[in-house]
């Protein structure tokens, strides 16, 4: 059963409630005028956003909704009631892809928000169901980290995550992570594959999926967002080295998508939304993961951008070398 | 100094950034240039050494070819903003002449021309030492697609399919398809070192029909998805394409790697540098000029494909070096066998020396590896070791006489080195043996040098 996720940054929280299959619709902004783009544009304004993990339901991990508004706690909370209660965890497996797997169980809690804090900062907002359960599926982006989970009443424990060395060891990840409410996509060309090719270029309208992207030695696309207010949004490019893997180079770029070909307010010269800010983070076997903080400067309104701006190559600074 | 746009607002987490524009004192660098150095080289170098400031740093991207760099200190206080431009060679001129840049980053060395230009507006000469710093070397790789069955062309061949006047890989010993020239743009050092050292030794000029970019990403990755083209670009830059072999006129053979492009074997090893004006780079710029240059960042070098100035030691030459004499007559058989002696047992090292043609001085090059040079032999691994120089000449001038200036260029080595507390314990000329290139154009300049061997 998928479920809602909440994600929180720099203090600012929207709440997106999932019902029965958890089906989450997000709110795209106003398609961009794309005249004479290489690239295939967004289609849509509402997006189901889980829609493109029913490739793989047990390995993709679902979109983590960025919900910036708190949940109202239905007990007070008083220090007795933290003494007694206990976060329990259970199920807890790691896939190929470097995605964990797990329940909390926190009986004491049902119907509670609560945070998932990974690395000591990049913070998830989640929610125990009836029975005090959440099913989470995560993506060790940076690898094994100190992870808390913590209830707003202060309620809180050191989440164990499955040692994933070894499992990384066999993938590169590049991750794309910001907290303003603009949609930002990563797009990922392997091998030289050209814009709108479907086998190469992969990116949130052609993704990919993990069985094909192991089969092929190659790479698929998650996101963990993708509300368009505020809050903490992912895309997160997991590459497979396999012995189909061939040698090469894999590029990255940043797209802008709110801002389009022709910005428009609040997304260009002083709008509030212009220059928006965000981290890159690129992991490689056996490597440190290098993060780089990042801003993509403001563009004038109604003058047409090209390509090269639209579509940065030097937003995400590096590339995947594959050997 | 034209201004940067720069606007600051709350960042992710644990990385924020103070929301106010930057202090109007916050130091300025401004480096224009290559894109060969400014694509990824000099954005890793300039967040490294904000790293070694113990600076957070923030990368500010316009578009591809401008990006800038906001540090601030752990008190989140402006500290530091560098603005890169990488809009090719020639603009680091410019920016240097026209005082918008306070470092130039060329992937080929100033013309005469703009030194002239410069010095004519009372900037200095560039061309000294101090001013004129090598960066990291680099080679230019032949590239094709990676399934073209031709492996190797030889230097005639190769400019005579970029003037077109070869136009089918049937020619090279490929499939019966015309070939497609990819070059890079006029604005480029990268097209300008293979203007110097491939078309213009032919008299030729790139075939109207090239197809040109202004990025070597993608020059390269056009060549990796057609089957019928070839370019050329940085080492760096090969990515998804494949680098194909050289063969020099008399039949040396030459692959694009890391060592015999330290060594600038490779007939088309360039020099990646950087420049600035005597006297007025602020302490800023020289700041991060001299980390750029230092021992500390040749991991950087490497890291980002570039081939570093650190010194490497390679076993097993002694057979190279020696086979080198078959592509030419071997007039003294008892220096050849006192140089295979010397040679047997011992490691050779990267470094190399280079002289002008009749000199015995050094370059600006050959002057930082001194000192380079100086501190690899002083490390404990290899105090005690016995140091060897071998000087060479080209093989124009009579032998003897030749003999007598390889002599002398390896006793300018050995001075400076006992300058830094080195002494050789053997300077030796050999003369034109053991050439390293062809003795036919640039050739002459490879093999006027000085080799170091230890053991």
Redesign the interface.
């Known amino acids: 059963m998928w479920k809602s996720y909440e994600a929180i ?2 203090g600012a929280l929207v709440v997106l409630t999932a019902v029965g299959l958890g089906i989450v619709f997000s709110i795209a902004p106003n398609p961009s005028a794309n005249a004479g783009s290489v690239y295939p544009s967004h289609t849509n304004t509402l997006t189901p956003v889980n829609a493109q993990t029913t490739q793989s339901s047990t390995t993709q991990a679902p979109n983590q909704t960025a919900t910036t508004t708190k949940l109202a706690n239905k007990r007070p909370s008083t220090p007795d009631s933290i003494k007694s209660c206990l976060i329990k965890t259970q199920n807890t497996t790691l896939d190929s892809a470097g995605v964990a797997h797990f329940d909390v169980l926190v009986p004491c809690r049902k119907q509670h928000s609560f945070q998932l804090i990974y690395d ?4 998830f907002n989640y929610q125990t169901d009836q029975y005090g359960k959440s099913h989470i599926d995560f993506d060790l982006f940076l690898g094994t980290r100190p992870t808390q989970i913590r209830f707003e009443d202060g309620l809180n424990s050191t989440l164990t995550l499955p040692t994933s060395k070894n499992t990384l060891s066999k993938l590169s990840k590049a991750a794309i ?3 303003s409410p603009v949609n930002l996509d990563l797009h990922v060309h392997e ?2 594959a ?1 814009a709108g090719q479907k086998k190469g270029h992969i990116w949130q309208q052609n993704p990919n999926n993990q069985s094909t992207a192991i089969k092929t030695g190659r790479g698929y696309l998650t996101q963990y967002s993708a509300e368009h207010t505020q809050g ?1 949004n992912i895309e997160v490019y997991t590459f497979f080295h396999t012995e189909n893997s061939r040698t ?2 894999i ?1 990255l770029k940043v797209d802008f998508e709110s801002r389009g070909t022709i910005p428009k307010a609040p997304f260009c010269g002083k709008g509030k939304h ?2 928006p ?3 890159t983070i690129l992991l490689t076997p056996n490597k440190a993961p290098q993060r ?7 563009a004038p309104c109604e003058q047409k951008l ?1 390509q ?2 639209r579509y ?4 995400f ?2 590339n995947l ?1 594959i050997r | 100094m034209k201004p940067y746009p720069y606007i600051l607002s709350p960042m992710l987490l644990s990385l924020v950034f103070a929301s106010k524009l930057a202090a109007a004192d916050t130091p300025q660098v401004h480096i224009h240039g290559s894109n060969t150095i400014g694509a990824e080289l000099m954005p890793a170098l300039i967040e490294h050494y904000g790293q070694t400031q113990t600076w957070n740093t923030e990368r500010r991207v316009a578009n591809n070819e401008t990006s800038t760099f906001v540090f601030q200190n752990a008190q989140q206080q402006p500290t530091l903003n560098v603005g890169l431009q990488a809009k090719g060679s020639s603009t680091a001129f410019k920016g240097l002449l026209n005082g918008s840049a306070h470092i130039g980053m060329a992937s080929r060395p100033i013309k005469d021309k703009e030194a002239a230009k410069l010095q004519a507006a009372g900037l200095g000469d560039l061309h000294d030492f101090g001013h004129e710093r090598v960066l990291a070397l680099d080679g230019l790789a032949i590239i094709t697609h990676a399934e073209n069955p031709v492996q190797t062309i030889s230097m005639q061949s190769l400019a005579k399919v970029f003037s077109g006047k070869i136009t089918n890989w049937q020619t090279l010993g490929g499939q019966d398809l015309a070939i497609n020239v990819y070059a890079r743009d006029h604005q480029s050092g990268t097209f300008d070192t293979f203007k110097s050292l491939v078309l213009k030794p032919s008299k030729s000029s790139l075939t109207p029909n090239a197809k040109r970019f202004s990025s070597n990403e993608k020059l390269s990755d056009s060549v990796a998805r057609d089957p019928q083209g070839v370019g050329f670009t940085g080492f760096a830059y090969i990515r998804n394409a494949k680098a194909i072999e050289l063969e020099g006129s008399c039949g040396m053979r030459f692959s694009p790697d890391e060592f015999s492009v330290k060594t600038e074997e490779y007939p088309l090893a360039r020099r990646l540098f950087l420049y600035t004006i005597p006297g007025s780079a602020t302490a800023s710029a020289q700041s991060l000029l001299d980390y750029s240059l230092s021992d500390a960042a040749q991991r950087i070098i490497s890291d980002t494909g570039f081939v570093n100035q650190d010194i490497q030691l390679k076993s097993g030459e002694q057979g190279k070096r020696l086979h080198a004499n078959l592509f030419h007559p071997i007039q003294n058989q008892t220096l050849l066998r006192d140089l295979s002696s010397k040679m047997a047992d011992a490691d050779r090292a990267s470094v190399i020396f280079q002289f002008n043609h009749g000199s015995s001085q050094l370059d600006n090059k050959s002057l930082q590896d001194i000192s380079r040079l100086a501190r690899f032999l002083k490390r404990p691994e290899h105090v005690g070791k016995s140091v060897k120089l071998f000087g060479f000449a080209d093989s124009s001038g009579d032998f003897n006489t030749n003999q007598r200036l390889s002599l002398k260029r390896a006793q300018v080595v050995a001075t400076a080195l006992e300058a830094k507390g080195i002494k050789a314990a053997s300077v030796t000329g050999y003369s034109e043996l053991s050439p390293i290139a062809c003795n036919t154009g640039k050739g002459l300049d490879k093999n006027r040098r000085v080799e170091v061997w230890l053991k």
């Open positions: 940054a720099g000591e900062q990049y913070v992570i910001w907290n091998f030289a050209e903490s090469g180079i590029d212009a220059s800010s965000y981290q780089r903080s990042m801003r993509i400067q403001a090209s090269d701006v940065l190559s030097s937003a600074p590096g070398k």
